[in-house]
């Protein structure tokens, strides 16, 4: 005789299962339905059935590190896990259930995790790689990178390793010797030009200055050049005779006064108007060149 699921056989005729948190108490009779009855506390049944008692719950035992995640109803057993740094190495019944217990993997210095443990699996190690490190041993910490001092504005003291952590020193200058010295140069150069142009202002006003000086004092100092004596032998010409009259007069304009002795012109510019006279004896005339006197040399022969 073949039953529904639902349903089982007892006495050739099919009776109902009981549902899950109940327990059949009598078998069906003259009608299908069978008898069922609650879980008391602490047991349980967690499927449709025709148990004449209820599964008696579990308890998580924390000597074998395991700890109650959910507590045991009339419809599911108490559900253990391992405690925090255990994994479960053998399941007990349901699926979520673990009947034991063993510690994780911890990762030495130099090894991170690179897959933590949970209930179900050990940690996971690696060797650190280039340019990172751990320093602990544990089942948590994975591989880190070495601090970067320059970042920090530090000086590096120590490289780090896959152990230990790279050592940083004092801050580093705000302006390095390569930051300063080409402003300072730049510097030095534009002062030193400016140090030239003012020396060179300074001589060259100077100068003018000392020019200026010896030109007034020349101007002052003027001292009519001598005549010489065969230019006074001669009378002098009715234009002389002029000139020497209006030595008292104001010159309204400077004259140039040419001079020739012996076939020498000398020119005279005088600065100022310089009145000088001739004594009236002199005759001499201007517009003929001056002559002088035969020497011993040319006296005829006797």
């Not at 078998?27 to 599964?55: A, I």
């Not at 053998?90 to 209930?119: A, L, T, Y």
């Not at 004092?170 to 390569?178: L, Q, V, Y």
């Not at 006064?257 to 009145?275: R, T």
């Amino acid at each position: 005789m073949t039953c529904p699921n639902d349903m089982y056989e007892h006495n050739s005729k099919c009776c109902n299962k009981c549902q899950k948190g109940t327990h059949m108490s009598s078998h069906c009779s003259n009608s299908p339905k069978t008898q069922c009855v609650q879980c008391p506390h602490g047991y349980y049944t967690e499927n449709m059935n025709y148990l004449d008692n209820c599964l008696e719950c579990i308890s998580c035992d924390s000597d074998h590190h395991l700890q109650t995640v959910k507590n045991c109803t009339a419809e599911s057993n108490t559900i253990c896990m391992c405690m925090e740094g255990f994994y479960c190495t053998q399941s007990v019944g349901h699926k979520d259930e673990c009947g034991k217990c063993e510690p994780v993997r911890r990762c030495p210095p130099g090894h991170g995790v690179s897959f933590p443990p949970n209930s179900k699996s050990d940690t996971l190690c690696k060797a650190c790689p280039a340019g990172t490190f751990n320093n602990n041993t544990d089942y948590i910490t994975p591989c880190r990178n070495h601090t970067s001092c320059l970042d920090l504005g530090r000086k590096l003291v120590l490289s780090g390793t896959a152990k230990t952590d790279a050592i940083c020193g004092d801050f580093i200058p705000s302006c390095p010797k390569s930051y300063w010295m080409l402003p300072a140069g730049l510097w030095a150069g534009l002062i030193l030009t400016l140090i030239l142009v003012i020396i060179g202002f300074t001589c060259r006003k100077c100068k003018r200055k000392r020019n200026a000086v010896i030109t007034m004092v020349n101007s002052q100092n003027f001292v009519p050049p001598a005549l010489p004596p065969d230019v006074i032998k001669y009378p002098r010409s009715p234009e002389l005779q002029k000139l020497t009259n209006s030595k008292d007069k104001d010159c309204a304009v400077e004259d140039d006064y040419a001079l020739e002795c012996d076939g020498v012109s000398l020119n005279m510019f005088p600065e100022k108007c310089v009145a000088f006279s001739i004594p009236v004896d002199i005759n001499m005339s201007i517009s003929e060149p001056y002559k002088s006197e035969p020497q011993e040399d040319d006296w005829p022969a006797l």
